[in-house]
């Protein structure tokens, strides 16, 4: 079974909405980490939000926040009043292990577009 | 002042040779990691290295060789190169925090091209 699943390929917003990337996590951890990163055409990979699987409060990040359900295992990202400039992939990733013996697991990847 | 690099940007060579890629963190950390991106974007873990040891290594071939001379540098060796092993190459390194956190940080990756 896939680790971290990212259902949606391709995305299409129009500037200033708010998108909802969605990606849902399988583990038998009790401790564990979520991630979101942006890779734009330029290539890098920026860090975007974290959530512990003990945090209670979901965390947000300026215009991106992280809606974790645990029981339903999902970690999705919004970001609020979308911009030209988020345009890129995004790639939800689950840290399992313990200190030092920690390793990400990415998803496939989300496409998103934004149009003007 | 970068805080994770990588040379070369881009490495463009053919079958069979041997090359390197290197990477150097100066954020202090104690776990740095190799991951491979492949043409449809699919990255995954090849390496880590928690100071200077080897903790992970992901059924990776071993012609791949990584080597960590301090914990501030980790650098992959390929031997043999093969026209698969063209993908995108990123280092990243890690640090746990006092809440846990422990995101990782990537350089800028390194396109490997094998003709």
Redesign the interface.
């Known amino acids: 079974a896939q680790k971290i699943t990212q259902t949606q390929p391709g995305m299409f917003v129009q500037e200033k909405e708010a998108v909802t990337l969605d990606c849902t996590y399988d583990t038998s951890d009790q401790s564990y ?1 979520l ?1 979101w ?1 942006k ?1 734009p055409s330029s ?5 975007l939000i ?1 959530q ?1 699987s ?1 945090d209670e409060q979901n965390a947000t990040e300026g215009r991106y926040s992280l809606n974790f359900q645990k029981a339903r295992k999902s970690a999705n990202l919004v970001i609020s009043a979308s911009q030209l400039g988020d345009s890129a ?1 995004y ?1 939800c990733a689950m ?1 399992e292990g313990s ?8 998803g ?2 989300t496409r998103l577009t934004i149009i003007p | 002042d970068t805080a994770v690099s990588q040379t070369p940007k881009y490495l463009v060579t053919q079958m069979g040779n041997d090359k390197s890629i290197k990477c150097e963190q100066n954020l202090g950390h104690d776990t740095m990691y190799w991951y491979k991106q492949d043409s449809k974007k699919f990255l995954k873990i090849m390496f880590s290295y928690n100071n200077k040891e080897l903790i992970i290594n992901e059924t990776v071939p071993n012609r791949f060789s990584p080597k960590s001379p301090d914990k501030a540098h980790l650098n992959l060796h390929i031997n043999s190169l093969e026209l698969g092993d063209s993908a995108v190459y990123f280092c990243a390194s890690s640090q746990v925090g006092a809440s846990g956190r422990d995101e990782q940080y990537f350089g800028p990756g390194t396109r490997l091209t094998v003709t």
Not at chain 1, 43 to 47: R, V
Not at chain 1, 99 to 106: A, P, Q
């Open positions: 980490g991630f990163y890779q290539g890098e990979m920026i860090f974290y512990g003990y992939m790639f840290r200190f030092g013996n920690e390793k990400l697991t990415f496939t990847g």
